[in-house]
């Protein structure tokens, strides 16, 4: 999914592993925003 300015973006649904990762030679910045459920814990531990 492309922004309005051409800046790649997408949505992990809750509870998916996901990580990212810079592939290229180029330097790349990454913004992560995290809505998170009232009284939960924010991380669990996997078993």
Not at 1 to 28: C, F, Q
């Amino acid at each position: 999914m492309e922004n309005r300015d051409g800046r790649r973006s997408y949505y992990v649904p809750a509870w998916v592993v996901h990580e990212t990762k810079n592939i290229t030679d180029k330097l790349a910045r990454t913004y992560n925003a995290f809505i998170i459920e009232k009284g939960k814990p924010r991380v669990i531990p996997a078993e």
